[in-house]
């Protein structure tokens, strides 16, 4: 990488906005974080699952999410829920994302998506290596209770490996021989070695502390307007009215994006899908690898002695309140695979909420803005942003020109303006 001495601002400070200041930092960039929360609780970058899933190579929108969607929704437990708004843009980004369900999106970007979680993966594991973070490579089981979810997941391996996503489809026995030590109600799964886990956490600790440590600053600040000189933006005032010197901006503030996208005259359609986790501090059994659960859509993860159980997606637009019926499914479910486990374990057991930023095709937005000239947008990573933060720092280094390595990925099919 080459020495640059530009000021570059990133604004929002979760896996995305630090993976992108980390790359540019290395390269000389004299990097700013601007991050409205600092304390985290707004974006899923601290508290979630913590795996790194090559696996996920469908995105959100694919063929029978809305038929399964519209059943859930009769369940006040289940996995999925979108609470009616007065709000056009909600129900514009509904259409989008109807329009988008289908076969022809799931083709369009599941190469795509592969490389750029494959690549991913391989960029996370140098960037645990330089800053000393402990990743977990035992891959990930989807564990399935019906022959039904079996059967669907089989076919889910069938395509991973057209894509290069290796998958191994497993019986009890199997299954057993994976994960020894914990006691499970399932008839099968499927393993995907390739996959891995991590404390997220202790990732973005190790990236602030090595960020700051190359010159960067973290401002506990929220970008409110922007100068322009021309097609470029010169300065950015805060809310404190503090007015900052940029050459480069890089929005990347998850579900807030939309917001600051509007400055730029682009209309960049998100919802916030708010998800839950809880931490168990001493679970009496601990699973040796990462698993999803197939029929209750819930993500377990050890990390260290603890475990980690998260689940949910309700479009609910940025409210972060807790619904105890939605937890209380997942709690459900995760006790119906792993029955060693009571709904008592979880008693008095702190309830994080945060929001996946979500767009109709369920791709990130990664790319210049339009009409200017030192703006580009990284956003829009829903449940895949610890996943892909690394690919993403590295794909906005190289068009700022600091990076060169790594196969090319066909990153103009993330535009952000590819929806109008």
Wanted: aromatic letters at 6%; charged letters at 25%; a neutral charge.
């Amino acid at each position: 990488m080459s020495g640059n001495s530009q000021e570059v601002i990133v604004i929002g400070g979760g896996v995305i906005g630090l993976s992108v200041g980390w790359y540019l930092s290395r390269a000389g960039f004299q990097v700013t974080i601007l991050d409205r929360d600092s304390s985290g609780r707004e974006s899923c970058s601290d508290q979630n699952a913590g795996m790194v899933v090559p696996s996920h190579f469908i995105p959100l929108a694919a063929p029978g999410v809305i038929g399964q969607g519209l059943k859930w929704m009769l369940n006040p437990k289940s996995p999925f829920y979108l609470r009616p708004r007065l709000d056009l843009e909600m129900w514009r980004w509904c259409w989008d994302f109807f329009r988008s369900s289908n076969k022809r999106n799931v083709l369009k970007y599941r190469q795509l998506l592969s490389d750029m979680s494959l690549q991913s993966r391989r960029l996370i594991l140098e960037m645990g290596e330089e800053l000393d973070v402990d990743i977990v490579q035992r891959g990930l089981v989807m564990y399935c209770q019906s022959r039904k979810g079996l059967e669907n997941e089989t076919a889910v391996a069938d395509m991973a490996r057209l894509v290069g996503v290796e998958a191994e489809v497993c019986g009890r026995e199997r299954i057993r021989e994976l994960d020894p030590d914990v006691t499970m109600d399932v008839i099968g799964g499927v393993w995907f070695p390739q996959d891995c886990h991590l404390n997220p956490g202790t990732l973005l600790a190790a990236l602030r502390k090595d960020i700051s440590s190359r010159g960067g600053r973290f401002l506990d600040a929220e970008a409110v307007r922007f100068i322009r000189e021309g097609r470029r933006v010169t300065r950015i005032v805060t809310e404190s009215e503090d007015e900052l010197h940029v050459d480069q901006i890089v929005l990347a503030c998850g579900a807030w994006t939309p917001d600051l996208a509007r400055e730029f005259g682009l209309r960049l359609p998100m919802q916030g899908g708010k998800g839950y986790s809880m931490t168990l501090q001493h679970p009496v059994e601990q699973p040796r690898v990462c698993s999803l659960l197939k029929e209750g859509r819930v993500a377990v993860t050890p990390m260290g002695k603890k475990l980690r159980v998260a689940g949910t997606m309700e479009i609910c637009g940025r409210d972060l309140s807790v619904n105890p019926l939605r937890v209380q499914g997942i709690i459900e479910s995760f006790c119906q695979f792993f029955p060693a486990f009571k709904p008592e374990h979880f008693d008095g057991i702190d309830i994080w909420s945060g929001l996946r930023p979500c767009t109709p095709d369920g791709m990130p937005y990664i790319g210049p803005l339009p009409n200017t000239d030192n703006a580009i947008v990284a956003t829009g990573h829903s449940m895949l942003g610890l996943s892909l933060g690394p690919v993403t720092g590295q794909i906005i280094a190289r068009q700022l020109g600091v990076m060169d390595d790594g196969p090319a990925l066909e990153v103009g099919l993330l535009a952000p303006q590819r929806f109008g």
